[in-house]
């Protein structure tokens, strides 16, 4: 496989390096165009070394409309640099770009969005909020281990192995994503009663005489019934105003600060 | 708290940088989180930025670029939080619903900056056909890094500066208010969890949701031994998934992951 290949691995490294800043030039027209022409161009530079007119067509061809999940964008560039190293037709290598974005933009946001940030920010938050400077420093090199592993070792598995590759990736999807999402709701449910804090100020007073008892209505009688339990709730209700009654989180941020206002101003909360 | 000059300059060099690393590099040192320590040790109370940052993060970990759409700007959001809960002594918690508004208007000012880099790709078009091309795309990239990092690093100094004014009337406020804040603080955590439940939450991953939520809640369990037990779970799944089909023969169709996700 490897016998007549152009590009070594530093070139594949220097490309892998670029697609980093795949979104410095993004925009509303081509969004990530520039950016992306900007990660393969060291192997155009290699593939068209000493033809100016075909490395202008290159550039042209790479400076269309281009939009993919920026954490996953190495596996397209893998396989569009194999393709024009091998003289295929433009076209199909416009077809091949346009394909995959979409798929890739799936994957990419339950890997990263749903499973590795949630997990790897929760984790340094908790150790965060003790004031331990350890908390954001776990997050970085856990989070990065991970990013750079995935956006370098694709770079290179995706050049040797193309299309193929790309094919095998297609059907494990469907099986990722679930497996994703199980992962991001039990971390979710852990961080529902982890995080979310919500308590009943209320107190009021029972019997007479010597009989007479303060009852606290969060820790007497709702942590009685389960600790958490409003956090849950609550949670769930947002859930519902932001999944079923298209409310915007923004929308729903000032609601709740007004709520919070207000009901410290009753002293309910 | 009366900022130094230097301090400001500094605040507003780190919030050029998170900008840029907000959409190229994506190290992500531009969350809350590491910016609350960075930016405490800056303005001299590292504990107050990294317990502010810490309780940042949890309110915008659903603040991602899901399917491309911008979410509320992380960045300024977490440097308006942090800046105002150190220049005012307010509980962290309660500096954050201060926050929110600036991370709202940072989110509109990004959609405008996007549409007005658009003339830049003609140049870079036109540079090609002049045989220059190679360098226009270089160029036109640092260029683009550069001017986030100038829009950003202004809108953080603007901040600062105001901040100081800013927290010194937020410590005037009644304390129903400034109480008011932190509990809604306490409670804007659920917004970003509900953010992620809405993309991965089917009826039937109801269980796992229940089974975080009782390992902490019951067991005091740590997140990272969540996490674990979550992986297990889900290759447990993957494997009976891959078992079932093969006994279904090899012609089964996989339409059954379709939700979720």
New interface residues.
Partial sequence: MASNRLLTSSDLNKMAFNSLFLQASFNYERMQACGWAWSILPGLQKVYKGNPEKMKDALRRHMEFFNVHPFLVTPIMGIVIAMEEKNEDPELIRAVKVATMGPLGGIGDAIFWFTLLPIAASLGAGFGLDGNPLGPIIFLVLFNVVHLWIRFGFMHYFYNFGLEAFESLKSITAHFQKAASIIGVTVVGALIASFVRLSVALKFNVGSGENLKEVNVQTDIIDAVMPNLLPLCFTLGIYYLIAKKNWTPTRVIFGIILFGVAMSFLGIL | MEFSVIQVVLVMIWTGLCGIDL???????H?P??S??VLGWILGD??TG??T???L??IL????????AQ??NVVIGGVAGIVLAISSRLEP?AAI?VA?PFA?FMQALITLY??A??P??HS??SA??K?K??SA??N??????FT?FVLYAFVAGIITIGGTAAGNALQQLPP??S?????????????G??????????PR?AV???????????FQ????A??G???I???I??YL??EISNLAGKNSK?GE??D??
């Fill in positions: 959409f190229d590099g994506l190290f992500h040192f969350r989180l590491v609350g320590l590292m504990r990294l317990i940052g810490a309780t993060e949890l970990l659903g603040a991602v670029p899901v399917g491309g979410p509320p918690a619903g929110i709202v996007f549409t880099f658009v830049v790709m870079v078009d090609i056909e045989g091309g190679e795309v270089v036109a990239n640092l260029f683009g890094m986030l129903f208010i109480n008011g804040l932190g509990v809604a603080g306490g409670m804007l955590t659920a917004v969890l509900a953010i992620l439940l809405k993309i991965m939450f089917a991953y796992y949701l229940a089974l975080g939520f009782i390992l902490v809640t019951f369990a740590p997140i990272l969540i996490a037990i979550a992986v779970i889900a290759m799944e993957f998934t891959n996989k992951a379709s979720g996700i």
